[in-house]
């Protein structure tokens, strides 16, 4: 399974960025994707996922109301908008893949600074 993150980058308090996870047909459309992000020396926290139970949509308390998570099922990709973005929001960020049992994928992150 291959995830492929792209789209981080500098931006300045309040910007915006839309970072991006490609990967195959087979892995989006059975697997539950979603976005985390780490700063070093902190553990993985969850941004933005899709729910299989309902079908719905769950954000970390830190990012609510700023990021939304999108995928595009034709293109095999998934989005994450960041808004208003905060200095505190610096982190490398994760696509993750899991198969709803014990097997669970990483793209190799893309960092995203935001500094002025």
């Known amino acids: 399974v291959q995830l492929v993150e792209s789209g981080g980058g500098l931006v300045q308090p309040g910007g915006f960025l839309r970072p991006s996870c490609a990967t195959s047909?087979?892995?989006?459309?059975?697997?539950?994707m979603s976005w985390y992000r780490q700063a070093p020396g902190k553990e993985r926290e969850l941004v933005a996922g899709f729910r299989r139970a309902d079908g719905g949509i769950e954000y970390g308390d830190a990012v609510k109301g700023r990021f939304t998570i999108d995928r595009d099922d034709a293109q095999n990709t998934l989005y994450l908008e960041l808004n208003l973005l905060k200095p505190s929001d610096t982190d490398v960020y994760y696509c993750?893949?899991?198969?709803?049992?014990?097997?669970?994928?990483w793209g190799q992150g893309t960092q995203v600074t935001v500094s002025s």
């Open positions: 993750r893949a899991w198969d709803y049992g014990q097997l669970v994928y």
């Open positions: 047909g087979s892995v989006f459309s059975g697997y539950a």
